[in-house]
């Protein structure tokens, strides 16, 4: 049986990179997508050795760079069985009548407008061939909302939306469409949020056991693996330590 490709945005860290890693190892065809271009060779170094690999360098907020790039698909690599979107980004912690107007346009832009233009260039070789799955990383911050969390929450929020439309418009074409939503991950999260303060990063995690990108990378794997009548359209994956955005056991 030919391997599936699979396609994931933000594949140079965090989640995407844990889940790079282990579909590639496990067989599935990998076209990673990412803006750090010594990331991505350093990626298709390690899983070149187990899989097939493309490297895409591009930005998912570029609309005409998105399209350029699927546009220029060498044939080989035009049949994407899954699409993961996984890029997104968190910029500051602010109440609303202080954030930053730069982050907002940053989170809107790539949390939602990203993961649509990417969407809008793969759908429709899915469509055409009446199958395909796309997995889009949502977030406990689309399933409630917390203080200084506007904008964000606001994002995940239209990523919660945007999948279940997706789903009812897709049904008829035999397209499964899930989404996957974690609580606390360690991974580079926080430091993009914080601008590279790395105690600020850290007191996030600090005296409970989060979330890690293999985690993820696993349910991802799971949600992949399970026979074509069966589709886990949502899921929410917390740490022990944690009930909701703001309810956190620390030691």
Same mark, same amino acid.
């Given at each position: ?26 067989? /599935? ?19 070149? %050795? ?17 399209? %350029? ?28 009548? +202080? ?17 649509? &233009? ?13 199958? $395909? ?12 909302? &917390? ?31 899930? +989404? ?13 949020? /914080?601008? $590279? ?7 996030? &995690? ?5 979330? &890690? ?8 794997? /799971? ?29």
């Amino acid at each position: 049986m030919e391997n599936k490709t699979v396609l994931i945005t933000g594949a140079t860290s965090g989640i995407g990179l844990a889940t790079a890693r282990l579909l590639g190892s496990n067989g /599935f065809n990998i076209i990673a997508c990412g803006r750090r271009k010594e990331r991505l060779d350093e990626l298709k170094n390690i899983l070149e %050795k187990d899989t097939r690999i493309l490297t895409l360098e591009f930005d998912v907020r570029n609309k005409n760079a998105v399209n %350029k790039v699927f546009n220029s698909l060498p044939e080989e690599w035009k049949k994407i069985d899954v699409l993961i979107n996984n890029a997104g980004n968190a910029h500051g912690l602010d109440t609303i009548d +202080q954030a930053s107007l730069e982050d907002w346009d940053l989170m809107i832009d790539i949390n939602v407008k990203g993961l649509l &233009y990417v969407s809008r260039a793969v759908i429709p070789g899915m469509v055409s061939r009446k199958s $395909g799955h796309i997995i889009n990383i949502g977030s406990l911050a689309g399933k409630e909302t &917390y203080a200084k969390g506007n904008v964000y929450c606001g994002t995940k929020h239209a990523v919660d939306a945007i999948s279940s439309g997706m789903r009812k418009d897709l049904l008829e074409h035999g397209i499964k469409v899930s +989404q996957v939503c974690p609580g606390l991950v360690n991974t580079e999260f926080s430091e993009v949020r /914080f601008k $590279g303060d790395e105690k600020k990063a850290e007191n996030v &995690y600090k005296g409970m056991e989060p979330l &890690y990108a293999e985690d993820i990378a696993e349910i991802i794997e /799971f949600v992949i693996t399970r026979p074509k009548h069966v589709n886990i359209a949502d899921s929410l994956i917390l740490p022990l330590d944690q009930a909701s955005s703001t309810e956190v056991k620390r030691s």
